[in-house]
């Protein structure tokens, strides 16, 4: 026994050193992976920086961010792209001036709803494309182009970015500002749904597409919170009769969604229904758009979880058509846009090393010319994108040094 303990004596002197060391080599480690996630950080936060003051600079003077802002040419505003790409303006380092202009442009959104009898189709609250012409002495012009691509999206991605802001500032004087604009978006929501559950382009075509529809989906949540959280009061019975209205709605859009655009036989999403509810023509995953990129979306608006087995088999089926990290829809002349949407959709699936791949494509191509077929709503979703990279960085960092204790070191060999 005597011999047992004089051994353990002689190695508690080795293990105190294995310990010391291994764990010097270990605090060495974390603090080399601590700095390139720094790194990592930097960048992406750098990225969609940008991007963001892309969009920025092509916000008119009246509010409206427009498609392409060029000096001594018609600017275009089409709502539904100029609210999405908004949205960008509300993430990640955001401040003051970001809100501002987000603020600036759905004044701009509330000032220009159709009333009366401006839209015969689908009624008040929805909202048309404009041009603003500027002319060498001449006032500025805004034309209404009367029309819109659909009046379903419009009205949901106003309210999506009208959440977002209002979470974002706590702006509550805003909503109660502009109360009687947001209450005519969120009727005009719910008179796009057919009895069926979906949402319809407008009343006349009746066209059902599940890109639509998904983000209708997302546009009725946003609409409830407004009305729940936003506003925190109900005080007339039609305001509770509207809020009724709209949680019915979700639910049965919900519904609609999974049952009548969901193709159980053939484990993929349709492209949406006619008038008649036939499903419409799909392309197969080898049509870029919308057969295949429309695959994506349920995921991009929250209708589906993009952990759920049925967004992963989605996501690398798209993969394996599309080498979208590549930008090969344009190099197959599919599509000569850059579809930043697919790196969000990337960035969501946690495929790091597909979402950094098409940024880079992305930033190269850009480098010189930030004209077209660069629109805003592109740069955005490259904004968003880098955005969410950043964040899984940002996450790597606090696991390896959960209390701020480590110096990040620099990397070995560099």
Not at 95 to 123: C, M, S, T, Y
Request: contains cysteine.
């Amino acid at each position: 026994m005597k011999r047992k303990w004089i051994l353990l004596l002689a190695l508690l002197p080795l293990a105190a050193a294995a310990l010391y060391f291994g764990g010097r080599a270990l605090w060495e480690e974390l603090a080399r992976r601590k700095s390139l996630y720094l790194e990592e950080v930097a960048y992406y936060a750098g990225v969609a920086r940008e991007e963001r003051r892309f969009v920025l600079e092509n916000q008119d003077a009246s509010g409206a961010f427009v498609q392409l802002l060029e000096e001594g040419k018609t600017s275009t505003v089409v709502p539904y792209f100029s609210n999405l790409a908004a949205l960008a303006l509300l993430e990640g380092e955001a401040g003051k001036e970001e809100q501002a202009a987000v603020k600036r442009h759905l004044q701009w959104i509330f000032r220009h709803l159709n009333r009366g009898n401006q839209d015969p189709v689908n009624g008040e609250g929805t909202i048309y494309d404009y041009q603003i012409v500027r002319r060498p002495g001449s006032p500025v012009q805004e034309i209404s182009k009367k029309k819109y691509d659909s009046a379903d999206a419009y009205a949901a991605s106003s309210l999506i970015l009208l959440r977002s802001y209002v979470e974002r500032s706590g702006d509550l004087a805003f909503l109660e500002e502009e109360e009687e604009a947001v209450l005519l978006i969120l009727e005009a929501l719910l008179g796009t749904l057919d009895e069926d559950g979906l949402s319809m382009t407008d009343n006349r075509a009746r066209l059902k597409y599940t890109i639509d529809n998904v983000e209708v989906n997302q546009g009725l949540k946003d609409g409830i919170w407004l009305l729940e959280e936003g506003y925190g009061r109900l005080q007339t019975s039609w305001q509770r009769k509207l809020l009724a209205d709209l949680k019915g709605a979700l639910a049965a859009n919900s519904k609609a969604i999974q049952e009548l655009l969901w193709n159980s036989g053939e484990k993929r999403f349709e492209v949406g229904l006619d008038s008649k509810g036939k499903a419409l023509d799909f392309g197969g995953m080898k049509e870029f758009y919308p057969s295949a990129v429309l695959q994506l979306f349920p995921m991009i608006f929250g209708v589906e979880d993009p952990g759920s087995s049925r967004s992963k088999a989605l996501y690398q089926e798209f993969c394996e058509a599309w080498q979208w990290e590549g930008m090969a829809h344009r190099e197959r002349s599919e599509s000569g846009f850059y579809w930043g949407v697919l790196a969000y959709a990337g960035a969501l699936m946690g495929d790091e090393a597909r979402t950094d791949a098409y940024l880079q494509r992305y930033l190269e191509l850009v480098e010189e010319d930030r004209g077209y077929p660069l629109y805003i709503t592109e740069a955005a979703w490259v904004a968003r994108s880098a955005g969410l990279l950043e964040e899984s960085y940002q996450r790597r960092i606090r696991f390896v040094d959960p209390f701020g204790w480590i110096d990040a070191a620099e990397p070995k060999g560099e």
